[in-house]
């Protein structure tokens, strides 16, 4: 049972690997009450400590760097890769500050581009060994003697929080229902979403880009809360590298399949998704769905070319010759649909450390297209609204140099009582639209059963 009452505390964050079928699927991670948060829009910085403020207007990544550089703790013979670090978001519109995108789309949510919260105490779930750890460095203290005895009082203050949860309190939250009617809003119909791709096609055609990832938004009212939903979610569409984070005006609730970075000391690594097909309802139709996505030469094609361009990002930042494909094509089975993955390595230019690295390749290359620039500009003209998160990364930078970041697909945002979720694929010159339009329902598959919906007229 999850607990309720610490999800509960603004700033708190479950990163969730909740799909025990997938390798790496060990650890789960869990914290609430950071020393320190750290949110942006644009260059405007705001960083929040104590109840105190301070504003900056820099560079976020420049000023993260410094700021993380701050932050060190020695992870030497510990196995847990996350003991303590930054924790949150970096939306898809933080591309905007490394690359000059033009301004079409619109925003109309308010929220921060980026919300990182620091954290110096950790649960950590060992799925594997079927254990969980409280782990406390005493941070932001400098001294070892203060950073002991807030260690020990921030634990003690933790333990206290997990012993008055309640079981019958997430479990409430888990059976929160909501059966009012809900009309559920898209930013396109089928028409107008076709015909996007129409215009998508006709720049391949032109040869302006390889692929493009087009999405379309989703929107609803809905009284059931943000932690219900996500554990509705979880139940439907586990998945290893699914989150929540509760940023008190805001929420996110995500079950994504996809890694955007793992960075472990010097060793890199990315595996980006492209090709998508529906899980069957039978065992035949299952293993002819998963045999047609293998067979399929449009989508191998799609990842084949997001490899190459997922090389370029990280050959600015690794060694010369250290950047390969670990694995081409492979594919993964998740409870509602199968997805073709590959895996690239790297290893770490010794000038460069792990927010240069995420600089070089955000966003990540599966959701934006090829050339990525040129397509950020195709996806800003052609979608009615801006992706927010949606496309952006969440995860965790640890003070132990342990990165790992995901890619926030699959994932709704909560403002103001109202939920938004995106859903897009990869159009590519030989895309069929209406097939392109069926694939973005069977993604959304997932979320639209956990607020209760069927799929949407088209």
């Not at 025990?20 to 869990?30: A, D, I």
């Not at 807030?150 to 929160?176: F, H, P, R, V």
């Not at 509602?336 to 927010?355: F, R, W, Y």
């Not at 390749?361 to 599966?366: A, H, L």
Request: hydrophobic residues 40%; contains cysteine.
């Amino acid at each position: 049972m999850l607990p309720g009452k610490l999800l509960a505390q603004p700033y708190s964050f479950f990163l969730d690997s909740a799909d025990g079928n997938y390798v790496g699927s060990r650890y789960s991670f869990l914290g609430c009450d950071p020393f320190l948060v750290f949110t942006c829009s644009g260059d405007a910085i705001t960083l929040t400590q104590n109840g105190h403020q301070e504003y900056f207007k820099q560079d976020p990544f420049l000023f993260l760097k410094k700021l993380m550089a701050g932050f060190r703790i020695s992870s030497e013979g510990e196995s847990i890769p996350f003991i303590g670090g930054a924790v949150g978001y970096f939306g898809y519109d933080m591309g905007r500050l490394i690359e000059k995108i033009p301004v079409c789309s619109s925003n109309d949510i308010t929220m921060p581009d980026c919300c990182l919260g620091f954290y110096c105490t950790v649960i950590a779930i060992d799925h594997h060994r079927e254990k969980v750890w409280v782990i406390a460095s005493g941070l932001p203290e400098k001294t070892p003697s203060a950073q002991s005895n807030k260690a020990q009082a921030d634990m003690a203050t933790l333990m206290a929080l997990l012993a008055s949860e309640d079981a019958g309190y997430t479990a409430a939250a888990q059976a929160q229902t909501d059966e009012s009617p809900k009309e559920l809003q898209a930013d396109f119909d089928r028409q107008s979403y076709c015909k996007a791709i129409v215009t998508a096609k006709s720049y391949i055609a032109q040869g302006d880009i390889y692929q493009v990832n087009l999405s379309q938004r989703f929107s609803c009212a809905a009284s059931v809360s943000p932690l219900a939903l996500y554990l509705r979610l979880r139940a439907i569409s586990p998945a290893p590298f699914a989150c929540f984070f509760n940023a008190g005006d805001h929420c996110i609730i995500s079950s994504s399949p996809e890694r955007f970075l793992r960075i472990s000391g010097r060793a890199v690594e990315t595996r980006p998704i492209k090709g998508t097909r529906p899980r069957g309802a039978t065992a035949a139709q299952d293993l002819k769905m998963r045999d047609e996505l293998l067979a399929s030469g449009k989508d191998r094609a799609e990842l084949i070319m997001i490899v190459d361009l997922e090389r370029n990002d990280l050959g600015r930042v690794c060694c010369y010759g250290s950047v390969h494909p670990a694995e081409l094509i492979t594919l993964e089975t998740h409870p509602i649909v199968h997805h073709l993955v590959a895996t690239i390595k790297g290893e770490l230019a010794p000038a460069c450390d792990h927010i240069d690295c995420l600089r070089a390749c955000f966003p990540g290359g599966s959701i934006t297209g090829a050339p990525k620039i040129r397509a950020m500009e195709i996806i800003e003209e052609l979608e009615p609204c801006r992706r927010k998160i949606y496309t952006g990364s969440f995860g965790y930078l640890g003070f132990n140099e342990e990165t790992d970041l995901n890619i926030l697909i699959r994932t709704v945002l909560h403002v103001n009582g109202w939920y938004y979720f995106h859903v897009g694929g990869g159009i590519v010159a030989d895309s069929d639209p209406d097939m392109e339009y069926d694939e973005t329902l069977h993604k959304a598959r997932g979320i639209m059963q956990a607020l209760g919906i069927s799929n949407p007229k088209s």
